[in-house]
């Protein structure tokens, strides 16, 4: 199992959820703020299989909004692996 965390502009939030529920995959969004991406951004939680690692990260960088100058990031993305995933 995995777990992603992304870290993207709320601008582009709405658009990579839908995508990803609509993919059947689960994504818990929480607003955040912080230093290195500064504020006005979501970070969003994703518990998966580990086949299905490389269709969600080609969700969200297709969905997620370009940047104006190139040198811009739009967001992160870390993927971990989980020991265990319980649903309560």
Known sequence: ???IITIVPDSDTD???SALTSAELRVTTIASTGGFL???HSTLLIG???EQVEQALQIIRT???KSNE???RRGVIFVLKVD???HL
């Open 70 to 72: 190139p040198a811009n």
């Open 48 to 50: 998966l299989e580990d």
């Open 63 to 65: 969905t997620s909004g």
């Open 84 to 86: 265990q995933y319980f």
């Open 1 to 3: 199992m995995k777990l």
């Open 38 to 40: 500064r504020r006005g």
């Open 15 to 17: 658009a990579i959820s």
